[in-house]
């Protein structure tokens, strides 16, 4: 069974950082190319960053390049994303997907991350 | 890059049917989109993915009463016998080139 878990969200400063974890299990890690994707509270989806199957591609959203980075360990079968200089409109759930044929297929359950002063 | 345009909320009784549509931008027509759907409290869930020839590739577990189906800009899930827990929001997907884009969902109300 194909398994995604997130970590590491929780209440940060506005200026501060905080690095997301999404720990794989069930599928070939090192085979797809992984996703993350945010809601806000009440809101639609809104894709942030991808990575390919072997790290050496990334991929930002214009609302979050040069301030988030994305990274994965393959070894660890462990996805992450490193985010920098935080603002409010940062808060949101943020979740991870496997990308099979282009398409988020498998999510994972999400990570709030929610700044404020 | 595609713009996706989903109506903001549907409703239909139980036991019905009810058609939802994700629409392309000019010029994106052809593109291919994949629809989840999104219960209350939960994380995304894979559906299908719907290509503009109406042809759709279902995830496991996903019940027969889910379909898809496409005409020209507009790309349909239509859930037939509505259950309960059809209730949820539901989302359209696209990508292009390095980028990923979301409609901004419709959220279905069992009546």
Request: proline share 3%; glycine share 10%; charged share 15%.
């Amino acid at each position: 069974e194909v398994q995604l878990v997130e970590s590491g969200g929780g209440l940060v400063q506005p200026g501060g950082s905080l690095r997301l974890s999404c720990a794989a299990s069930g599928f070939t890690f090192s085979d797809y190319a992984m996703t993350w994707v945010r809601q806000a509270p009440g809101k639609g989806l809104e894709w942030v960053s991808a990575i390919s199957h072997s790290g050496d591609n990334t991929y930002y959203a214009d609302s979050v390049k040069g301030r988030f980075t994305v990274s994965r360990d393959n070894s660890k079968n462990t996805l992450y994303l490193q985010m920098n200089s935080l603002r409010a409109e940062d808060t949101a759930v943020y979740y991870c997907a496997n990308l099979y044929s282009s398409s988020c297929h498998h999510w994972g359950q999400g990570t709030l991350v929610t700044v404020s002063s | 890059q595609p713009v996706l345009t989903q109506s903001s909320s549907a409703s239909a009784s139980l036991g019905s049917s009810v058609k939802l549509t994700c629409t392309l931008s000019s010029g994106h027509s052809s593109y291919i989109i994949a629809w989840h759907q999104q219960q209350p409290g939960k994380a995304p869930r894979y559906l299908m993915k719907l290509e503009d020839s109406g042809n759709y590739n279902k995830g496991s577990g996903v019940p027969d009463r889910f379909s898809g189906s496409s005409s020209g800009a507009d790309r349909y899930l239509t859930i037939s016998n509505l259950q309960s827990e059809d209730e949820a929001d539901y989302h359209c997907e696209t990508w292009d080139r390095n980028t990923r884009v979301f409609g901004g969902g419709t959220k279905l109300t069992v009546l």
